[in-house]
């Protein structure tokens, strides 16, 4: 099973920092980032990329960003991001061999905070890249917060995985459970529960591209009892979780993401 340390405070902390930058912002700069062609390049622990409105993200409450979340730093980390949209960004990440603990994760985000409820559709792609060397300890994910919940209170959607990245759970609680529709392609996912984190993950082999019902998936776990029926969508992001890149400086990259609520 991998390690992987509690980090909510440090998520909220991140999220509300990208909340109040976003405010004080204002319109007038966030424009000014989305229309920039150069790109926000940050080398900070939590640095933070602010974006204005973007095209390929509906139905959020607030505007995107992307943020480097090198939430559980250890001795001898190095990451550094280039953001050129929500959609397309990468990071050069360094750290140690070895390590299983999970140390960032770089991602684009925003809110919801709309009870999930009141939804009818939330659908999302992705097309990344995670390198394939046998000392990757990584993988793609959504990451989804709750802001009001029972047990569980975190969602992870894993779709690829570096060849060293182990399981998130010891025991499964259910397994190839198929969603699709709404335009989506009918896939096989594995379900993990460890903590108050719930872990989908990709039940035939990696997924670098593709698309996802994200609503059927929380509805699922709705209908199953591990989500209570009122429960508000609070965060939505997707990115890297990085432990280590065996001791060499690797490349994650987005080459596209959407985000379609209604």
Request: proline letters at 5%; one cysteine or more; hydrophobic letters at 40%.
């Amino acid at each position: 099973m991998r390690f992987r340390p509690s980090r909510l405070r440090a998520v909220l902390a991140a999220v509300s920092v990208a909340a109040a930058i976003a405010a004080i912002a204002g319109p007038a700069q966030a424009a000014k980032s989305s229309a920039a062609t150069a790109a926000c390049v940050t080398s900070a622990k939590m640095g933070h990329c602010q974006f204005g409105h973007y095209r390929e993200i509906t139905g959020a409450s607030t505007d995107p960003y992307v943020d480097q979340n090198v939430w559980s730093p250890i001795q001898g980390w190095h990451q550094k991001l280039h953001a050129y949209s929500p959609g397309h960004w990468r990071v050069a990440a360094n750290m140690p061999n070895g390590n299983t603990a999970v140390v960032s994760f770089p991602n684009t985000g925003f809110f919801y905070n709309k009870a999930l409820s009141k939804f009818s559709s939330i659908v999302s792609s992705f097309n990344v890249s995670i390198p394939r060397r046998a000392g990757t300890d990584a993988e793609a994910s959504y990451d989804i917060w709750f802001n009001n919940t029972g047990k569980i209170d975190e969602v992870m959607i894993q779709n690829d995985y570096s060849p060293g990245r182990s399981p998130s759970c010891g025991t499964w609680t259910a397994t190839r459970v198929r969603f699709g529709g709404d335009g989506v392609q009918m896939h096989r996912w594995d379900l993990c529960v460890s903590g108050s984190t719930a872990y989908w993950e990709t039940a035939t082999g990696n997924m670098p591209s593709g698309k996802v019902n994200v609503l059927a998936m929380l509805k699922w776990l709705v209908s199953h009892g591990q989500l209570p029926a009122g429960v508000q969508l609070g965060a939505f992001s997707y990115g890297f979780e990085i432990s280590s890149t065996g001791g060499a400086r690797e490349l994650f990259r987005v080459h596209s993401f959407t985000a379609a609520a209604h």
